[in-house]
């Protein structure tokens, strides 16, 4: 695996005769790997079925949990198998040929070590998720549970398609499905109406990205003639593209790409949805928010890595946006009380600190990045989750304490205690590697700023700590209180009466909160231990020479983002135009120290601080925290500071003021114009000319039978008599 | 020599015919125009219609060609069909307003 | 068999007419459905797929002194587009059992003269049958709103008529203008050929003549399509029509006008397009994000989708004039999808409003709970109108966006179109999204609201019944066959959509492959 | 000057018209009147100047009479304030114009129109006014209404008349010149032969009249011998010798008139007899359903329960 995958690719192309391509690489020892997108969609149809026929039970909990597994299996399986990467074509989807060109894009796979990679927490994430969301969603069977679950299944279909895609095209698809299956599941309890606007919001702020992906793919066929990926590769390698265009094309493809990764993967400006999207239920909050298609953003530029690469500005604006945006993002999420809404800032957190790691050149920290918190972020949302489910959706956590202590609950406190230390980068554990990977290369890579950049994400990482065991010290920590919610996923159970288990808690005369019982305490276990686990994959030894970081860098170098991982010949090394070229010669370091070393201290006194002020304000002396909060909110010269971080620093009023005002305003004016001018001034206005002039003649349309009659024969009578006098006139010989 | 008919039929009768046809047809034409009572102006077509008869039979009379005559037996239809039908129309319309005015009938404006 | 196409309905107008009043919807129903089977058999028999050549031929004489002898027969884009009209036409009979109650037999006998009319306008090879059935689909249309629309509805019948048919009598001018220029180049010998008259319009006419036929044209078909400064009387006419109606009229009227400018303006005056084709294209972009926008303050819920054909028509336009294959292609597919998933848009309005008798989303709202399969259908139709990949309406919409884009001097293909053109209309992406989703999130979901006066809880309307599953079904079968499977409708037209371009090849040059040919493999 | 006399002449008649029509003195309408029948006698001197042609001198009077008659009944017609007497003067018109026919020698037509227009079609006049005058009447028995007693915008019907009277009799009268002339007697003689051919009975008995000991049909021959006329008339030429038929054995105006109907305008006489019968028809449903509507008016307004219940009609919406 030492040539890069593009070249192996171009390889196996015969020169000639030149054939359509998608005949060309056609891998038939693989085909069953079509089945990994297949069984959810084979689960999604049985969910239809079991809607139509109105199945009452938790089939189809079961029905999808079993085709996800097998699709986990199946990449297993083909992870396995050696002959990666290869292209399996499912079935033509749009393809067209015509003289001088062609436009192919078919249903088909690209199977390479990335696609393994992503597809194997997603499937395996998946299956766990939807077990623990059988248990979790028990209330709603017979009612919304098929829809949950053929969403479920949607997603999955999508995102499998997003990620083994072999072409733009497929991409596109699963990127949009991946869209819709968030608006469904977000939307998923319709009555409220801000679950409704939360999933539309998601939906809408997601087509703005869209809009970004597909203009790029416009430019890149229009550029390079195709959007396969192995022959992008091909002709990318060649370098035989540059007058296309007068060569702009190829510097502006990145910065679409980063509009499309940055409104899926909720980086600013496009985040905004991703907060709301928690109207959603939890186990979608887990999966689709938090574990995978928010990671398809970073998929998107790794997937495309070389097309950065021709354009080192496009990386250093995804490094800043990723920096900033983490730094934006954990600083909203140290002032929410919501606990799933701190999740889902530290999310925009976290996964700024991925796109500063694709954009400090490390597609490998990254890509482990976003492995690790598929872990981590599942399993903190899910035991979110576990306390919404069983405090009737109470997510305050001013009103919840001491979950530790109760009975029945110490399973999801310590599962979420493996997430929090994960989460803040304690010392060995994955969060803390994979955190590393990236911290340390933003001060090695040489680029505009990244040493304010590096120390940016220093701080950002204190303040993660801080903000993540401020959840853990306050709910699970402390004495034993809580209250219940107003139990927000039941709206429409008034109206059913089958559902005892559910009434008594919701009894005027004390609340018991039910504990989680196996599924979800199983699934809890698992991928905590997972958590932890995700570490150990960065011990493992490199198959390939030169790099480091273990199986999961070997897993990027065998794709189109091997020329990001450090140590890979074809890493550019610095993204200044100085030191282009050069390599590690102006390798940065910090404090002295070789930045890698330097990391691993720095890292975790930074996080043992922030987990230390956390468990100060919130756990020891909460009292203080109270303070700390009243003496900031009368300070004149500094009360801006935690109003704005807890109205989160309103840039939904912004996006409202400028945004969407504007274009509903220019909806109504359109719609006047449209009306009065268009239609009323233009259209009917010449219609009336014709209607002045029928006034002239109105006189005549009286009404009285008579006045007609006179005027048709008088009509008459001169045609008549100008016949008569033609002929005179004409004929004038044969009259005497 | 002539046979079956009396006399000869010169153009200054059939001029004749014609002028007597025209001014019938006229006065026809006119008192449709004026008369406002619904059973009168059909009688004024009437007039018209008795009008062309003679002129038909004038032309058939001129060129020794019995279509004329023939067309006169068509005129008698339509007179016949059209005096049932106005005249039920009529009826109709009387009911309605208690008058023959065709004045009165003004609905066709605008 | 174009013959049988056309005279079926009209055989079955006479059916409908003779027959008792409460058997005319089942003689409608089983005309359409012949023809259906007629038109389908027609396409299995017609060996004109994937080539660019003309079958199903007829011809009688008429007037042969003036050349016209009426010429039927179809190729592959017109029997495409023969076979939407008679897949929607079951549909739509179906769909008006229940809401249509009273003057049956005129309904139903409307509707399947519509039929005919339509079918003859597809299927015509001469001008003077193109044109008489162009016009004659006024006619039923103009009944069918005047008597069975809504509230509004004279006003909408009388404009839809007047508007279309002033547009459509400049074409008519300009098509015997055109044919008299042919006889005049014949020796007095006339002819109302399309095909004849195509080849004398393009050697025969300079560009300046071509000029004023472009615009002659662009003025009757651009009413009818509807492009953006003439779409006045498509809202009115769609909100104030019977369901039926205005499945039909979005479905295949307004298809008519992209027919035209497919089959007439395209082929018979090249250079005059080249000339205009920026100005059209900024026209329809126009419409793009106008009507988009516009959609968005509706508040009645057919108006909405009503102006979305205008916003949606538009990026049919464009890939009309991008003057490339894969525009061309894209604009057919377009044709189809948006007569499929508006047709259905508005027979799942229909549905509504049959039981709730409003269509303001101020009105009613949350009906996912009450009418579960009808919330089912309504996300699935919004989504391929919105363009989700995988359905339908994606694949036109992305084929017409990327002709248009990679359409200019500097892209992959000769043409008069570019990037920013694709640019700015992509912008109806998210616009189509945001409107047809706050209809959506308003009517679908939401806490349940339900008009004033409705009726007890005992007599609120049901979900959908068997027949409007039925109606509803086929409809969403082919939105996703067509989302996945686009080549059924691309490869058999290709070779049609290659000769049509044929001509822009000495004005505008071959498509560039200088990049294409450093494709893997060295590439054609 | 000559081209115009017809004009003015028309203009001296339509003014006289418009005297008589207008509300005016009576001494204005007898001007009128006068005026009037000198115009026609103008005309009679116009024709007399300007066309061509000889008339007998007895006919050209009892032409005369006829059409003065017709022409001061038309114009009386038109003038009178009660529709019963416009009715019966119109009777006066159709019998004139039978008159005429008789002067041209179309003795069926003549008595046609005497039977079906005078007896019939205005007897279905006559009912339908009394009918409708009935009520009127009954309030003001000798004062006919008032739009009955008053021309509307005598002028402008006056002027139409005047243009379109002007441009026929001009037509009639120095346009006929480019007429063939009318037809000789050898034509006439051809045509009453070749029907008579046609109609084998008549021809038989004229020709056993003439010569009882003839064999009839000549045996032998496929048709029969055509008639052939000399300066004595007509003869056939059979076995060999030549049988004068007489003259009174030729056919009639009627067995013309005939014979043209059936065989020149067969289908044209089917139609005929088709509008006559959906007249009918027409005639019966449109009076029928009246009388149904009335009928529950009447009830309605007798304060009794109609027929077909209101109720009905509002279940029914």
């Known amino acids: ?736 | 020599m002539m046979l079956q008919l009396a006399s000869t039929f010169s153009q200054l009768s059939l001029s004749q015919y014609l002028v007597l046809s025209s001014l019938l047809f006229v006065i026809g034409l006119v008192g449709f125009l004026t008369r406002r009572n619904l059973i009168v102006m059909f009688l004024c077509t009437e007039l018209m219609f008795q009008a062309a008869a003679i002129a038909f039979v004038a032309f058939g009379r001129y060129w020794f060609d019995f279509s004329g005559q023939v067309f006169v037996i068509f005129i008698l239809t339509v007179a016949a069909a059209e005096a049932a039908l106005a005249l039920a129309l009529v009826v109709l319309l009387y009911r309605r307003r208690s008058t023959l005015n065709a004045d009165d009938w003004m609905e066709l404006c605008e | 068999m174009s013959w049988l196409l056309i005279l079926l309905p009209l055989a079955g107008v006479v059916a409908v007419v003779l027959s008792p009043a409460r058997m005319a919807k089942i003689v409608a129903m089983l005309t359409t459905l012949v023809v259906f089977g007629v038109s389908i058999a027609a396409a299995v028999g017609f060996d004109g797929w994937g080539k660019g050549t003309w079958g199903l031929t007829g011809s009688f004489d008429w007037l042969s002194r003036y050349g016209i002898e009426i010429q039927v027969g179809a190729d592959s884009v017109s029997l495409v587009l023969v076979l939407l009209t008679t897949f929607l036409m079951p549909l739509a009979v179906l769909g008006s059992f229940t809401s249509v109650r009273e003057r049956l037999r005129e309904y139903y006998g409307w509707l399947l003269g519509l039929e005919a009319a339509m079918l003859g306008v597809f299927l015509a090879k001469d001008l003077v049958l193109f044109y008489v059935c162009f016009e004659f689909t006024l006619v039923p249309m103009f009944f069918i709103i005047a008597i069975y629309g809504g509230a509004n509805r004279a006003k909408a019948s009388v404009k839809f008529m007047i508007y279309t048919f002033t547009g459509s009598l400049i074409t008519l001018a300009a098509f015997l203008w055109l044919a008299w220029s042919a006889s005049q180049a014949a020796d007095g010998a006339w002819t109302f050929s399309i095909a004849a008259l195509t080849e004398h319009a393009v050697s025969g006419l300079d560009a300046t003549q071509q000029g004023w036929l472009l615009l002659a044209l662009l003025i009757g078909f651009g009413v009818k399509v509807p492009i953006f400064p003439v779409h006045t009387w498509l809202p009115l006419a769609h909100t104030e029509a019977p369901t039926a109606g205005s499945v039909i009229l979005a479905g295949v009227l307004l298809k008519l006008g992209t027919y035209g400018l497919y089959r007439f303006m395209l082929p018979m005056c090249p250079e005059a397009v080249v000339t205009w084709a920026p100005l059209i294209a900024v026209l329809a972009i126009i419409g793009i994000l106008y009507g988009a926008l516009i959609c968005w303050v509706q508040t009645d819920v057919k108006k909405l989708v009503a102006y979305s054909s205008v916003s949606h028509l538009g990026f049919c336009i464009l890939g009309l004039f991008a003057l490339n294959p894969m525009g061309l292609e894209g604009s057919i597919l377009y044709m189809v999808n948006h007569g499929l998933s508006t047709g259905a848009l508005f027979f799942l309005i229909g549905m509504m409003y049959e039981r709730y008798h409003t269509r303001d989303m101020n009105a009613v709202g949350g009906l996912a709970g009450r009418m579960p399969i009808w919330a089912c259908f309504m996300v699935f139709f919004v989504l391929a109108s919105v363009g989700l990949p995988g359905l339908n309406g994606f694949v036109s919409e992305f084929l017409c966006l990327i002709a248009a884009f990679a359409a200019g001097d500097m892209g992959a293909y000769p043409g008069v179109l570019g990037p920013w053109y694709a640019a700015i209309a992509a912008l109806g992406m998210i616009f189509a999204a945001m409107y047809l989703l706050i209809m959506v999130g308003r009517i679908v979901f939401g806490p349940e609201k339900l008009p004033p006066g409705t009726p007890d809880e005992e007599l609120l309307p049901q979900d959908l019944s068997v027949r409007e599953i039925t109606v509803l079904v086929p409809l969403a079968v082919f939105c996703i066959v067509l989302g996945v499977q686009p080549w059924i409708v691309i490869d058999g037209t290709s070779a049609a959509v290659a000769d049509t371009l044929a001509v822009y090849e000495p004005i505008l040059g071959q498509a560039k492959s200088a990049v294409q040919g450093a494709l893997v493999g060295g590439a054609p | ?317």
């Open chain 1, 1 to 736: 695996m030492m040539t890069s995958t593009a070249i192996r690719i171009a390889e196996l192309v015969p020169a000639v005769p030149p054939v359509p391509v998608a005949e060309v690489v056609e891998a038939t020892s693989h085909w069953w790997a079509g089945f990994i997108l297949w069984f959810p969609l084979i689960s999604l149809v049985l969910c239809g079925l079991c809607a139509a026929f109105r199945v009452r039970s938790k089939l189809p909990a079961w029905i999808t949990i079993g085709s996800l597994a097998c699709s986990f299996v199946l990449t297993i399986l083909l992870g396995n198998a050696e002959d990666v990467p290869e292209r399996i074509l499912l079935f033509e989807w749009i393809s067209m040929e015509w003289l001088g060109g062609s436009f192919v894009a078919n249903f088909a796979l690209y199977i390479d070590s990335l696609t393994i990679l992503w597809m194997s927490f997603v499937t395996g994430l998946g299956t766990l998720i939807a077990l623990y969301a059988s248990e979790y969603m028990e209330p709603d069977v017979g009612k919304g549970y098929t829809r949950f679950f053929s969403g479920v299944s949607i997603f999955l279909f999508a995102m499998g398609c997003l990620v083994m895609g072999d072409n733009l095209l497929m991409l596109y698809l699963g990127w949009e499905g991946v869209g819709f299956a968030s608006y469904w599941l977000i939307g998923y309890y319709y009555r409220r109406p801000e679950a409704v606007a939360a999933a539309k919001k998601a939906f809408i702020v997601n087509r703005i990205g869209d809009l970004g992906l597909a203009l790029a793919v416009y430019l890149i066929w229009a550029t390079f003639g195709t959007v396969q990926y192995n022959e992008l590769m091909t002709i990318i390698q060649s370098g035989d593209f540059s007058e296309v265009y007068e060569g702009w094309s190829v510097k502006a493809i990145p910065y679409l790409l980063m509009l499309a990764a940055f409104g899926k993967s909720a980086q600013l400006p496009l985040y905004v949805w991703l907060p709301d999207a928690m109207e959603g239920p939890t186990p979608v909050s887990a999966l689709i928010h938090a574990a995978t298609m928010v990671t398809a953003g970073i998929y998107l530029i790794a997937r495309m890595y070389p097309f950065f690469l021709l354009e080192p500005a496009s990386l250093h604006l995804v490094a800043w946006v990723g920096g900033l945006t983490a730094l934006l993002a954990a600083t909203i999420g140290m002032a929410q009380y919501d606990i799933k809404r701190i999740f889902a800032y530290s999310t925009v957190s976290q996964l700024g600190f991925m796109f500063l790691g694709l954009g400090v050149l490390t597609t490998y920290g990254a890509a482990y990045h976003v492995f690790t918190h598929a872990f981590f972020k599942a399993v903190l949302f899910l035991t979110a989750g576990a306390v919404m489910h069983g405090f009737a959706g109470q997510l305050d956590l001013r009103k919840l304490s001491g979950l530790r202590r109760m009975k029945g609950w110490r399973i999801v406190a310590w599962t979420m205690f493996v997430g929090c230390i994960c989460l803040a980068g304690f010392p060995f554990t994955s969060g803390y590697f994979s955190k590393d990977a990236i911290l340390a290369e933003a001060f090695v890579t040489q680029g505009p700023g990244f040493q304010v950049l590096g120390w940016l994400a220093i701080f950002t990482a204190f303040l993660t700590a801080y903000y993540t065991f401020r959840v853990w010290c306050r709910v699970c920590a402390g004495p034993v209180h809580y209250e219940p919610g107003d139990e927000l996923h039941d709206d429409d159970h008034h109206d059913d009466h089958h559902d005892d288990h559910h009434d008594d808690h919701h009894g005027e005369h004390g609340f018991h909160p039910h504990a989680p019982r196996f599924a979800i305490n199983f699934v809890l276990v698992v991928i905590s231990v997972g958590a932890l686990l995700a570490a150990v994959p960065y011990f493992m030894p490199n198959e390939v020479e030169g790099i480091k970081g273990g199986w999961v860098a070997d897993m990027v170098h065998g794709s189109s983002a091997a020329s990001g991982i450090p140590g890979h010949p074809d890493h550019p090394g610095s993204l200044s135009d100085s030191a282009h070229g050069d390599g590690h010669a102006h390798h940065g370091t910090i404090l002295g120290m070789d930045p890698h070393s330097a990391m691993y201290y720095i890292s975790g006194v930074v996080g043992g601080v922030g987990l230390l002020l956390a468990f100060w304000l919130h756990l020891w002396r909460r009292q203080d925290a109270d303070r700390l909060r009243s003496w900031l909110l009368s300070r004149a010269w500094i009360r801006w500071l935690p109003v704005a971080m807890e109205n989160k620093w309103y840039v939904d009023e912004v996006y409202h003021a400028l945004v969407r005002a504007p274009l509903w305003l220019l909806g109504h004016v359109f719609h006047a114009f449209d009306r009065y001018i268009v239609d009323g001034l233009l259209v009917d206005g010449t219609s009336r000319l014709p209607r002045l002039l029928g006034r002239w003649f109105q006189p005549l349309q009286n009404g009285l039978l008579q006045s007609y009659a006179v005027t048709m024969a008088g009509g008459a009578v001169l045609i008549v008599l100008m016949m008569v006098l033609m002929m005179q006139f004409f004929q004038g010989g044969a009259v005497q």
């Open chain 4, 1 to 317: 000057m000559d081209g115009l006399d017809p004009y003015i002449a028309c203009l001296a008649g339509s003014f006289a018209l418009y005297l008589l029509l207008r509300r005016g003195p009576l001494v204005m309408k007898l001007v009128g009147a006068l005026l009037g029948l000198g115009t026609m006698g103008w005309l009679v001197v116009i024709c007399s100047e300007v066309v061509p042609g000889e008339v007998d001198p007895a006919r050209n009077v009892l032409f005369l009479v006829f059409a003065t008659i017709a022409i001061s009944a038309a114009v009386r017609m038109i003038t009178h304030s009660r529709p019963v007497y416009a009715a019966l003067y119109f009777v006066m018109v159709v019998m004139s114009s039978a008159g005429l026919f008789l002067l041209m020698e179309a003795e069926f037509m003549a008595f046609a129109l005497i039977i079906v227009y005078a007896g019939a079609i205005l007897i279905t006049y006559m009912f339908v006014l009394m009918l409708a005058q009935q009520a009127s009447e009954a309030e003001q028995i000798d004062e006919a209404p008032l739009y009955d007693r008053f021309a509307r915008e005598p002028g402008a019907a006056v002027i139409v008349g005047l243009i379109l009277a002007g441009t026929i009799v001009t037509a009639s009268t120095t346009g006929l010149g480019q007429l063939p002339p009318p037809v000789d007697a050898a034509t006439v003689n051809t045509a009453n032969g070749a029907l008579l051919e046609q109609l084998p009975n008549q021809y038989r008995d004229a020709v056993l009249a003439a010569d009882p000991d003839l064999v009839w049909p000549p045996e032998g021959a496929d048709s029969v011998p055509p008639i052939q006329w000399d300066a004595d008339g007509p003869y056939v030429h059979v076995e060999g010798r030549d049988v004068r038929i007489d003259e009174e054995f030729m056919p009639s105006n009627t067995q013309h008139v005939g014979w043209s109907l059936v065989a020149s305008f067969p289908a044209s006489l089917e139609v005929a007899g088709v509008i006559l019968l959906l007249a009918m028809f027409g005639a019966v449903v449109l009076a029928r359903r009246q009388a149904e509507h009335s009928e529950d008016e009447l009830r309605v307004d007798a304060g009794l329960k109609p027929v077909h219940t209101i109720e009905d009609e509002e279940g029914g919406a």
